[in-house]
T-cell receptor, first 112, second 114 residues
Framework: AQSVTQLDSHVSVSEGTPVLLRCNYS??????LFWYVQHPNKGLQLLLK??????LVKGINGFEAEFKKSETSFHLTKPSAHMSDAAEYFC??????????FGAGTILRVKS | DTGVSQNPRHKITKRGQNVTFRCDPI?????LYWYRQTLGQGPEFLTY????????KSRLLSDRFSAERPKGSFSTLEIQRTEQGDSAMYLC????????????FGQGTRLTVV
């Protein structure tokens, strides 16, 4: 069965500095991977998705992620953090039937 | 707003009572999913429908839980004889069947069992 592990439960960065949120996956075949963001009192929103096309995936709000099969990783990055990026981020792998398996989440804090 | 709609947004109930939540998916989506999210955890899959057929149920879904999707449109999730451990955010999502389709999530129903 597929699964994902988010390596950091909390990440704190200063505004204007790079963001790195780490995710490793486990899958017996080429997975479909996603990053979702959840702001307080808001629904989950898709940031980006990898579905076996380009290994570097660009998403909304300047985020991107790189699929690395050799490292079984799908880390989320952004060159420069903004205060509005503060939220909880989930790395997700898709199973059969379009079911999603979520990681435990990483809370991103952005300091001014 | 044509997104996924969930009602109510918040529900406080006494232990032992029954509760029912409603989800209205995006109208052209034929798949509908229920997830549960507890504090500090990612959402966990509960069940999903393709049109009106319930195709899979997680082991997390005890006998006290039942979900329906009559006519393949809106869905309801009922919890009977609620327990304090049922306190969580219940999320609904919808998508097209197949392909690289995105699941769209509602804002959830937060259940508190006192």
């Amino acid at each position: 069965a597929q699964s994902v592990t988010q390596l950091d439960s909390h990440v704190s960065v200063s505004e204007g500095t790079p963001v790195l949120l780490r995710c490793n996956y486990s899958s017996s075949y080429s997975p479909s991977l996603f990053w979702y963001v959840q702001h307080p009192n808001k629904g989950l929103q898709l940031l980006l998705k990898y579905t076996s096309a380009a290994t570097l995936v660009k998403g909304i709000n300047g985020f991107e992620a790189e699929f690395k099969k050799s490292e079984t990783s799908f880390h989320l990055t952004k060159p420069s953090a903004h205060m509005s990026d503060a939220a909880e981020y989930f790395c997700v792998v898709r199973q059969y039937g379009n079911k999603l398996v979520f990681g435990a989440g990483t809370i991103l804090r952005v300091k001014s | 707003d044509t997104g996924v709609s969930q009602n109510p947004r918040h529900k406080i109930t006494k232990r032992g009572q029954n509760v029912t939540f409603r989800c209205d998916p995006i109208s052209e989506h034929n798949r509908l999913y229920w997830y549960r999210q507890t504090l500090g955890q990612g959402p966990e899959f509960l069940t999903y429908f393709q049109n009106e057929a319930q195709l899979e149920k997680s082991r997390l879904l005890s006998d006290r839980f039942s979900a329906e999707r009559p006519k393949g449109s809106f869905s309801t999730l009922e919890i009977q004889r609620t327990e304090q451990g049922d306190s969580a955010m219940y999320l609904c999502a919808s998508s097209y069947r197949g392909g690289d389709t995105e699941a769209f999530f509602g804002q959830g129903t937060r259940l508190t069992v006192v």
